[in-house]
């Protein structure tokens, strides 16, 4: 029984090939596409405000230098924010819950953005491994700290990501099945749970919202590190 909850996080595969490629280009299907014509419908006109809702939201505490960001790091939150949404549908997968596909997407970007620095403004990006006024004796102890907490950094959006939602589906599973369970016995205690399910959904939808945009905020402070 454990084990039957942890199957919703394996990959999916039809005669042995794997079905995650698919799961990650269908939120595509739901963006805009280009038109042509001048006057748009109703649900175009909402994707293209909300898209621009959040370029400002992500763009406003840059630097100038770092609004050519822009299109990297509004793709990647609307991407996970489909992705996250669209895994709590019923029988479907969540390619966000493989810790393996979020280092894959938060070390590259998170590299980029030291990088940066590294290329920009050398001297700034290093000083961040030692603070000022750091007595003698503690400086190879706070150098070896700032360099690792500094490491950790994708690691720990990698994870982050992956714990929430990870845990907001067994939570979701186990709910849906005592409802199941104790309908037949307890129905009382049944429509207990299933209002406790449905609270629980909804926030479960805020938590994948709230998740897709902490990750893409903290990549977006990161660069304002180094820029």
């Known amino acids: 029984m454990n084990l039957s909850f ?4 394996s990959s999916p595969s039809l005669l042995g090939i794997p079905l995650i490629l698919i799961s990650l280009t269908f939120p ?8 042509n014509r001048w006057i748009t419908n109703r649900l ?6 909300f898209i621009n809702l ?6 406003m505490p840059l630097h100038k230098k770092g609004h050519k960001w822009a299109l990297i790091l509004t793709s990647l939150m609307i991407f996970l924010l489909l992705i996250n949404l669209l895994g ?14 979020n280092l894959a997407l938060a070390f590259p970007l998170w590299l980029a ?3 940066t620095g590294l290329r920009n403004q050398p001297s700034a ?3 961040h ?3 000022e006024g750091t007595p003698t004796p503690l400086i190879p102890a706070l150098i070896l700290i700032e360099t690792t907490s500094l490491l950790i950094r994708p690691l720990a959006l990698g994870v982050r990501l992956t714990a929430n939602l990870t845990a907001g589906h067994l939570l979701i599973q186990l709910i849906s099945t005592a409802t199941t369970v104790l309908f037949s016995t307890m129905p009382a205690v049944s429509l207990l749970t299933l209002l406790i399910l449905f609270l629980l959904t909804i926030l479960e939808v805020a938590v994948a919202m709230i998740q897709a945009y902490v990750f893409v905020l903290l990549l977006s402070l990161y660069l304002q590190e180094n820029i």
């Open 6 to 9: 942890f199957d919703q996080f």
């Open 28 to 35: 595509a299907l739901l963006l805009p596409s280009l038109e």
């Open 125 to 127: 990006t290093l000083g």
């Open 54 to 59: 959040i370029t400002k939201q992500l763009m």
């Open 44 to 49: 175009s006109t909402l994707q293209l405000w």
């Open 88 to 101: 709590l549908l019923p029988y479907t997968f969540t390619p966000t819950t493989q810790l393996s596909m």
């Open 113 to 115: 953005t030291l990088l």
């Open 129 to 131: 491994l030692l603070p």
